[in-house]
């Protein structure tokens, strides 16, 4: 797992870190780390194994589209029995006649129709990757996010089980000073309500972390364990433009997109074969055996044994305009597709530059919760000793207490969204993959665990473009 083990511009990660570390929830010896969870949503998340299911399907259109280019051969047979009553003096006979035949066909020229057909599934097969890579991504970032959510929420909900604890404490202590006489039952009542309300708050914290659990379940496919906070957060580029320029270069629905393009162009070669003459070579072999019995005596006869061979050529002369409707058609599908790519360029920019700044808000933000946090512990530390010799009331405490709660609260969600906003622009830059966390890529559970290359040969030529070396073919 790549991340910043050394500090940088002013020592902020590191100080980041250390901040993460002391206020969210501290990992028990054998908690999980993040790229445990990360693996088992990988490999056990359905979502991922449908797109892999989908990406070896479409893995076989390439051998589908190259079988166009190879010869065919069939066996035909036929065998059959009649038998034929005469009256007598005629012998009856019974005919078992037997017919062979081996049939071949070879294409010889097809307009381009299959070398692009092989280029259009090839181009197909690099999308269906690129989503598969995307659902991946889709996938770990939901990961993430649940795993960063409990942690929040374990925190939360401690931070909530010590302000009740405190509260209970400041009940007794106030019960005792009304025993004394030095407070009204005003300020026992109040700090009543107090407890009441932090209890509830208890209740609240606990459920969120439950339902937080549940998430973490349908992502992961358990209900997590002690968990262990990640000790450093991911590298990033140094600017929002670098960040910017990694997406547009490497997100792979980007790729996805620019793939179907490619399958569309091809998709207007295919058709425009359909006004192209084809040329195929054939032959045959045929064989007809008659085994006929007359009278009971077996004899053959009619034999028969022939061998032919055959060039086609077949060449379309009016076809009602259905094919020129149909090659507009897939331009106009192809002008979309290039649109579609635009767009998918124009989303990963939105999404990188608003990642970006979510990250600069987070940061801005622990940066200013860790100075509230210190004040207002400064201040329920002081008016807690007010309290003591008079110059402060109950409700003061209580006050500052409440405030003290806030302040731990909200820096811990500014520490959950600092981390998430963090991946979250990994994951719009296209880099937070299986490789960013040293998972060996999986395509299938029958070929086991294997990387896969995009645009593998598929026992085809590895570029795409080789078909079109050849002059006659358009």
Same mark, same amino acid.
Not at 106 to 115: M, V
Not at 202 to 211: S, T, W
Not at 212 to 236: Q, T
């Given at each position: 797992?790549?991340?910043?083990?050394?500090?940088?511009?002013?020592?902020?990660?590191?100080?980041?870190?250390?901040?993460?570390?002391?206020?969210?929830?501290?990992?028990?010896?054998?908690?999980?780390?993040?790229?445990?969870?990360?693996?088992?949503?990988?490999?056990?998340?359905?979502?991922?194994?449908?797109?892999?299911?989908?990406?070896?399907?479409?893995?076989?259109?390439?051998?589908?589209?190259?079988?166009?280019?190879?010869?065919?051969?069939?066996?035909?047979?036929?065998?059959?029995?009649?038998?034929?009553?005469?009256?007598?003096?005629?012998?009856?006979?019974?005919?078992?006649?037997?017919?062979?035949?081996?049939?071949?066909?070879?294409?010889?020229?097809?307009?381009?129709?299959?070398?692009?057909?092989?280029?259009?599934?090839?181009?197909?097969?690099?999308?269906?990757?690129?989503?598969?890579?995307?659902?991946?991504?889709?996938?770990?970032?939901?990961?993430?996010?649940?795993?960063?959510?409990?942690?929040?929420?374990?925190?939360?909900?401690?931070?909530?089980?010590?302000?009740?604890?405190?509260?209970?404490?400041?009940?007794?202590?106030?019960?005792?000073?009304?025993?004394?006489?030095?407070?009204?039952?005003?300020?026992?009542?109040?700090?009543?309500?107090?407890?009441?309300?932090?209890?509830?708050?208890?209740?609240?914290?606990?459920?969120?972390?439950?339902?937080?659990?549940?998430?973490?379940?349908?992502?992961?496919?358990?209900?997590?364990?002690?968990?262990?906070?990640?000790?450093?957060?991911?590298?990033?580029?140094?600017? &929002? @433009?670098? =960040? $910017?320029? %990694?997406? *547009?270069?490497?997100?792979?629905? #980007?790729? /996805? &997109? @620019?793939? =179907? $393009?490619? %399958?569309? *162009?091809?998709?207007?070669?295919? #058709?425009? /074969?359909?006004?192209?003459?084809?040329?195929?070579?054939?032959?045959?072999?045929?064989?007809?055996?008659?085994?006929?019995?007359?009278?009971?005596?077996?004899?053959?006869?009619?034999?028969?044994?022939?061998?032919?061979?055959?060039?086609?050529?077949?060449?379309?002369?009016?076809?009602?305009?259905?094919?020129?409707?149909?090659?507009?058609?897939?331009?106009?599908?192809?002008?979309?597709?290039?649109?579609?790519?635009?767009?998918?360029?124009?989303?990963?920019?939105?999404?990188?530059?608003?990642?970006?700044?979510?990250?600069?808000?987070?940061?801005?933000?622990?940066?200013?919760?860790?100075?509230?946090?210190?004040?207002?512990?400064?201040?329920?530390?002081?008016?807690?000793?007010?309290?003591?010799?008079?110059?402060?009331?109950?409700?003061?405490?209580?006050?500052?207490?409440?405030?003290?709660?806030?302040?731990?609260?909200?820096?811990?969600?500014?520490?959950?969204?600092?981390?998430?906003?963090?991946?979250?622009?990994?994951?719009?830059?296209?880099?937070?993959?299986?490789?960013?966390?040293?998972?060996?890529?999986?395509?299938?559970?029958?070929?086991?665990?294997?990387?896969?290359?995009?645009?593998?040969?598929?026992?085809?030529?590895?570029?795409?473009?080789?078909?079109?070396?050849?002059?006659?073919?358009?």
């Amino acid at each position: 797992m790549k991340h910043v083990r050394h500090r940088r511009r002013g020592g902020m990660r590191g100080a980041l870190a250390g901040i993460a570390i002391g206020v969210l929830l501290v990992g028990r010896a054998g908690a999980e780390g993040l790229p445990r969870i990360v693996e088992d949503a990988y490999l056990y998340n359905p979502s991922i194994d449908a797109a892999r299911a989908a990406l070896l399907a479409q893995g076989e259109s390439v051998a589908i589209a190259n079988a166009g280019r190879l010869p065919t051969v069939n066996l035909s047979s036929t065998y059959g029995v009649s038998r034929t009553w005469v009256p007598d003096p005629l012998p009856d006979d019974t005919t078992a006649p037997l017919t062979l035949g081996v049939d071949g066909n070879l294409p010889l020229y097809d307009g381009g129709r299959t070398a692009n057909t092989i280029s259009q599934a090839r181009a197909s097969v690099d999308s269906a990757y690129a989503q598969l890579a995307s659902q991946e991504q889709s996938t770990i970032l939901s990961a993430v996010s649940a795993y960063f959510d409990v942690l929040r929420d374990a925190e939360v909900r401690d931070l909530a089980v010590n302000s009740l604890r405190i509260l209970v404490q400041q009940l007794e202590a106030s019960e005792a000073r009304f025993e004394a006489g030095e407070v009204t039952i005003t300020d026992v009542a109040q700090t009543k309500a107090r407890v009441a309300a932090a209890n509830a708050n208890v209740i609240q914290a606990d459920g969120n972390l439950r339902a937080s659990a549940e998430g973490f379940r349908a992502v992961v496919g358990r209900l997590p364990g002690a968990l262990e906070p990640p000790e450093f957060l991911p590298e990033l580029p140094p600017t &929002a @433009r670098a =960040a $910017e320029d %990694a997406g *547009v270069s490497f997100h792979p629905s #980007i790729r /996805a &997109a @620019r793939s =179907a $393009e490619r %399958a569309a *162009v091809y998709n207007i070669r295919v #058709i425009n /074969a359909d006004k192209l003459p084809t040329v195929s070579f054939g032959s045959s072999l045929d064989g007809r055996f008659n085994d006929t019995t007359e009278g009971g005596f077996s004899s053959r006869f009619d034999n028969r044994l022939s061998a032919g061979v055959n060039l086609t050529l077949r060449a379309p002369l009016y076809q009602g305009g259905q094919v020129d409707s149909r090659i507009r058609q897939a331009q106009h599908i192809a002008a979309q597709r290039r649109a579609d790519y635009h767009a998918a360029v124009r989303e990963v920019q939105r999404s990188v530059n608003i990642a970006w700044q979510s990250f600069v808000t987070a940061r801005g933000a622990i940066a200013a919760g860790e100075e509230q946090v210190r004040a207002a512990r400064i201040a329920f530390d002081g008016i807690r000793e007010e309290l003591q010799v008079g110059a402060r009331s109950t409700i003061d405490v209580l006050d500052a207490e409440q405030a003290l709660l806030d302040a731990r609260t909200s820096l811990v969600n500014s520490v959950r969204q600092l981390n998430v906003a963090a991946y979250t622009l990994l994951s719009a830059m296209g880099r937070l993959g299986p490789d960013y966390f040293g998972i060996v890529p999986v395509i299938g559970r029958e070929g086991g665990t294997a990387g896969v290359e995009p645009l593998s040969p598929y026992g085809v030529v590895a570029n795409p473009e080789a078909a079109w070396r050849f002059p006659w073919r358009p």
